[in-house]
């Protein structure tokens, strides 16, 4: 049985169809990526699986995670399921961090609320958690507030609140776009390395396929709320079947030149 298994997911608001029929199934450890143009549904399929579609939304379909079905609970129900088995880390870490809270106390409050920790306990986990996503200075670190980071330190930290719990799926949803590009590609090797290291499942998105071998094994491409293809990310990326990943992939390519 797989970690996640999502078919037939169709998302609409009123009578526009977002996503359309899309079916997938990530394994324990397995590391997925998305891309798609903009528009394509990407970041709303992932917010239906952890519940977090808008309220306008008419979610069908199934997604089931650990042998449950997903759809249909309430938001109460899922809310031990996200950040304690399912985790997110979102394009821009303001937005899931508080300007007001030292980034320690933030990293540790999940592991306070989720595994009961102590206070030292979790202060203790919050500097490894910080070291291990190479944050210099750990013990400085946990004392800061988010607007004293760089955003690539932020970003860091938003990844080291997701995986406090050690969830058994990450999604990353664009998690290195407002990074530039070299620091993008430091903070996704260590995100790679990180997921491998607790066989965390990752279900990645992007709409830059550059990114992609970095930290996916397998890829789907997304195209007006379908999947219009899927494989290994490594021989989709050498020779793409469906012409539409052939131009993502050539306007990638133009893009590096
Ligand atoms: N709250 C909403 N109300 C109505 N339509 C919405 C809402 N949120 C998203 N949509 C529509 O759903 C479609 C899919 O959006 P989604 O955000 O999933 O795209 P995406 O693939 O993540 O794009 P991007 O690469 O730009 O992030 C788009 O056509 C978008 O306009
Ligand atoms: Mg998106």
Same mark, same amino acid.
């Given at each position: 049985m797989s970690l996640l298994t999502v078919t037939d997911l169709t998302v609409a608001f009123g009578d526009q %169809? %977002? %996503?359309?029929h899309v079916s997938f199934a990530i394994d324990t450890g397995e590391r997925i990526a998305i891309i798609g143009e903009s528009g394509s549904g990407k970041t709303i399929t992932a917010l239906s699986i952890i519940g977090l579609?808008?309220?306008t939304a008419t979610v069908t379909g199934s997604i089931v995670f650990e042998g449950t079905?997903?759809?249909?609970?309430t938001d109460r129900q899922l809310s031990k399921t996200r950040g304690e088995d399912i985790a997110m880390v979102f394009q821009n870490p303001l937005t899931s961090l508080?300007?007001?809270?030292?980034v320690g106390k933030q990293i540790a409050e999940p592991l306070r609320r989720h595994?009961?920790?102590s206070r030292s306990a979790a202060r203790t986990a919050a500097i490894e958690l910080c070291q291990r996503v190479g944050l210099p200075e750990p013990e400085r670190i946990v004392r800061s507030?988010?607007?004293?980071?760089s955003g690539g330190q932020r970003q860091r930290v938003g990844m080291a609140m997701a995986l406090a719990c050690r969830p058994a799926l990450l999604i990353a949803d664009e998690?290195?776009?407002?990074?530039?590009v070299t620091v993008q590609a430091e903070v996704l090797t260590v995100l790679a390395d990180l997921v491998q290291q607790e066989s965390t499942a990752l279900l990645f998105i992007t709409h830059? %396929?550059?990114?992609v071998p970095i930290v996916a094994d397998r890829l789907l491409v997304m195209r007006q709320g379908r999947v219009v293809e899927s494989g290994s990310a490594a021989d989709l990326i050498a020779s793409p079947t469906h012409e539409y990943t052939t131009s993502l992939l050539a306007a990638a390519r133009k893009t590096a030149l």
């Open positions: %169809v %977002v %996503v359309d579609a808008p309220d079905e997903l759809i249909g609970r508080n300007p007001l809270m030292r595994h009961g920790m507030y988010p607007h004293q980071m998690p290195t776009t407002a990074l530039d830059d %396929v550059a990114l």
